[in-house]
DNA sequence: GATTAACTCCCTTTAATAAGGGATAACCTA
DNA sequence: TAGGTTATCCCTTATTAAAGGGAGTTAATC
């Protein structure tokens, strides 16, 4: 027997899942609101339930806000995000923040209430459109950094490496076995190169995905 | 009709996928290798596959490297993890360096098969099983950001978020309409709680994932 | 053989940062 | 009301970083 909360502000979807909870044998409804700010006022007083189901867009506090909220309350529930959004760096968010799931519109009510066995079973909700979006939001990153640091040298390279852990430049001249001074120069020519006046503006523009 | 390529070193496995290519009508086999070493000796003749399965745990250079090469060789192709390790790490760095797809062993040649469809209809290929795995890891960044910042005030929160900027003591000064001896003094007291001793120590520590 | 790129070292000066001291007003809580 | 927290400001000093100058050594390229 699970329980089950539900916020959505689209009323039909919102009944079709409460009528759905009604017919399946081991799963009761814990709460339904359509709003956060209406789910925030009894956070306080509800059991966490196994799942929630939230929409991303709601009015007011959003959904993706909500997903914090709620991540901040229950540390065990599963969060299925349910939106016609999926926009990669959405879902990426999204999950970020701790959701479980992440379903997109339109589908069957059936199919979802199927696919609870999945988070039963221990496993994350998602579908293979919404997988490949995820997986091309974590592969660019990947990509920038490299095109960031491309137009270095392998020296100058090794002494951003040595910027990054934090070092101050008389630590890298002595983990690098050169003078800080030397230091001093390969990162003018890396400022120069990468269009930044400062070491934090290097961090900055290097470590921000 | 797309075409097809292995590398997997188990010979029984690939003797496998090679047997089932054989069976279906509209797959074609590409190549088929048991190195990365062999692979990479020919890739440079062969033409670009749709589908490729690489094993991880290969003799010589792991699959890890493996992606990196390929996605390098060849932008469109859809690359395909085959192995028994689901440490969220390690499937993060598959995605990141341009995987497709992770498929956890033991899985039925058939089901594979079947699910070419998946990446043919473009959606990645990913079990609910390993999808958790890798949402946890996306997740856990956000936790540990949010530990690191938790014991910071709200004040001290807006001034890091200015100097991730990359901005200075004088510009955040500007920036949040205070001095730069307060922005100083909020500094020397994210540093005590974070326990850095410098600005770029700060910034690896909150940035580094 | 001359040029160029990459790496190294040195000097200098000014600006920015780190860290120590002390102080006040507002607010919340015990 | 006394004590704590937060946010603000000031002073000082030593260190670090940024940016300008010049210069020598390889190694590869032309």
């Given at each position: 027997?699970?329980?089950l909360g539900i916020i959505e502000d689209d009323r039909f979807l919102?009944?079709?899942?409460?009528?759905?909870?009604?017919?399946?044998?081991?799963?009761?409804?814990?709460?339904?609101?359509?709003?956060?700010?209406?789910?925030?006022?009894?956070?306080?007083?509800?059991?966490?339930?196994?799942?929630?189901?939230?929409?991303?867009?709601?009015?007011?506090?959003?959904?993706?806000?909500?997903?914090?909220?709620?991540?901040?309350?229950?540390?065990?529930?599963?969060?299925?995000?349910?939106?016609?959004?999926?926009?990669?760096?959405?879902?990426?968010?999204?999950?970020?923040?701790?959701?479980?799931?992440?379903?997109?519109?339109?589908?069957?009510?059936?199919?979802?209430?199927?696919?609870?066995?999945?988070?039963?079973?221990?496993?994350?909700?998602?579908?293979?459109?919404?997988?490949?979006?995820?997986?091309?939001?974590?592969?660019?990153?990947?990509?920038?950094?490299?095109?960031?640091?491309?137009?270095?040298?392998?020296?100058?390279?090794?002494?951003?490496?040595?910027?990054?852990?934090?070092?101050?430049?008389?630590?890298?001249?002595?983990?690098?076995?050169?003078?800080?001074?030397?230091?001093?120069?390969?990162?003018?020519?890396?400022?120069?190169?990468?269009?930044?006046?400062?070491k934090s503006e290097l961090l900055a523009k290097i470590l921000k995905?």
């Open positions: 027997m699970i329980s919102r009944r079709n899942i409460e009528e759905c909870v009604g017919m399946v044998n081991d799963v009761n409804l814990s709460f339904s609101f359509n709003s956060m700010e209406a789910f925030l006022e009894q956070i306080h007083v509800l059991d966490e339930p196994y799942i929630v189901f939230i929409d991303l867009g709601l009015p007011g506090i959003s959904g993706l806000e909500g997903i914090t909220y709620i991540r901040k309350q229950w540390n065990e529930v599963h969060i299925v995000v349910i939106t016609g959004n999926d926009d990669e760096n959405i879902v990426f968010d999204c999950i970020q923040r701790g959701a479980n799931g992440y379903l997109l519109k339109p589908f069957k009510i059936k199919d979802l209430f199927d696919n609870i066995d999945i988070i039963r079973s221990g496993g994350a909700l998602i579908t293979p459109q919404v997988a490949l979006k995820l997986f091309s939001k974590i592969h660019k990153p990947q990509e920038s950094f490299e095109d960031v640091t491309s137009s270095l040298t392998a020296r100058e390279r090794d002494v951003v490496n040595e910027l990054l852990k934090g070092l101050t430049y008389k630590e890298i001249s002595f983990a690098l076995g050169i003078s800080t001074t030397t230091v001093n120069d390969h990162i003018k020519n890396v400022y120069i190169k990468l269009d930044v006046r400062s995905r």
